[in-house]
């Protein structure tokens, strides 16, 4: 993606120096563009769990250069042995494993670099060296996996463009699955992306995204960057839209798909779904394999939804006289709850976009694109 004609990832090591990690510190936009500096493991937590960073692909990502971070601060002039090492490393795992629980990348990211430094012996450097190349792997892979879920996905929106004539392809979206959420390209944003490239006449209605915003603060931010129509719109107003023939397909990512096919994703997702249900318009997930969960079958049973402080119900965030301020919407000392995440159940979902292709939202549909996961 450009930022004002600059392409940056959400993620990258710093050029001067290898053991600092910079990121897009998210929380400050659209007003403000700010790059943050993580340099140790517990500050690589915060900034999942606080939200610096946000998304599947960019929390796995962000796990990733962690778990480099985590072992590249070992001492290199003391002697410590293998099994230390990846004592240590366990242990800092969990600690940003038990960040963000829905997102599945986040795991993953973190086994996976867990297994790469076992299996690279018991000198650190060595170990040090296979973190930082898993770390990268990690990034670049996601980005091409992004940006081949584009390549797939335009094909659909064109069709559409043909039946109708060539007309504006009218797309509807829920918080933000795109580049700021990923490393580049996105996972819902990327077809929009690519058929705006191909010239390919879209308009895309941006969910606000209650409480924290993403779909107003972030997606309206990134199309407009890359110069796609959009309309930022109320959350409630998708189901009045569908009625009256003015979505022509909804593209939502996720943070946790089953290998049946249910879709984990931010809270309101569920209410889409049933909407465009209702009024035949399909709904699409798109997704990396990296975010596709291979143990579990049942999203409502299993999935595990993370509740966060309700004072981001209670408050807003926004621009007031040049500055960033919160500031509170409800009663003083009214309770509030705030579950991030629910499950659209694999019959509400037309098809799954990955970096294969797209399949039917079933078992069968997704071990067909990815048989060596039966």
């Given amino acids: 993606m450009n930022v004002d004609?600059?392409?940056f990832r959400t993620i990258w090591m710093n050029e001067a120096d290898e053991s600092i990690i910079e990121i897009i510190d998210q929380r400050h936009l659209p007003h403000e563009f700010v790059i943050e500096q993580l340099t140790t493991v517990d500050q690589v937590a915060v900034a999942i769990k606080d939200m610096h960073v946000r998304g599947a692909g960019l929390i796995g990502a962000t796990a990733g250069y962690g778990m480099y971070v985590a072992v590249a601060s070992l001492a290199p002039d003391s002697y410590i042995s293998g099994d230390e090492i990846m004592r240590q490393m366990v242990t800092d795992g969990e600690k940003l494993k038990a960040t963000r629980p829905t997102a599945v990348n986040l795991q993953w990211a973190v086994e996976r670099q867990i297994a790469a430094m076992a299996a690279a012996g018991d000198d650190l450097s060595a170990k040090i060296a296979v973190a930082k190349q898993t770390a990268i792997d990690i990034a670049d892979e996601d980005s091409d996996w992004c940006r081949r879920i584009g390549e797939h996905g335009v094909?659909?929106?064109?069709?559409?463009?043909?039946?109708k004539n060539g007309e504006t392809v009218n797309i509807l979206t829920h918080c933000n699955a795109g580049w700021l959420a990923f490393v580049d390209y996105g996972s819902a944003t990327a077809p929009m992306y690519a058929a705006h490239d191909k010239g390919i006449k879209i308009h895309v209605w941006v969910d606000e995204t209650r409480p924290?915003?993403?779909?107003?603060r972030l997606t309206a931010w990134e199309l407009g960057q890359h110069g796609v129509p959009h309309t930022v719109i109320a959350d409630n107003v998708g189901g009045h839209l569908m009625q009256h023939g003015q979505v022509d397909m909804v593209i939502t990512g996720t943070d946790r798909t089953t290998y049946t096919g249910d879709v984990g994703n931010k809270i309101g997702t569920y209410l889409k779904a049933l909407a465009a249900n209702d009024n035949g318009v399909p709904f699409y997930t798109a997704l990396p394999s990296s975010t596709f969960d291979w143990t579990m079958r049942d999203g409502v049973k299993e999935v595990p939804i993370e509740q966060r402080d309700a004072t981001e119900v209670r408050m807003i965030q926004g621009l007031h006289d040049g500055e960033i301020k919160q500031v509170l919407l409800t009663p003083q000392d009214s309770p509030a709850a705030n579950y991030a995440f629910d499950i659209t159940p694999a019959r509400l979902v037309t098809g799954l976009i990955t970096e294969r292709g797209v399949c039917d939202a079933s078992e069968e549909g997704i071990l067909g694109l990815y048989p060596e996961k039966k």
């Fill in 5 to 7: 004609g600059k392409h």
């Fill in 155 to 163: 094909d659909i929106i064109e069709k559409i463009s043909q039946v």
């Fill in 212 to 216: 924290r915003n993403q779909g107003a």
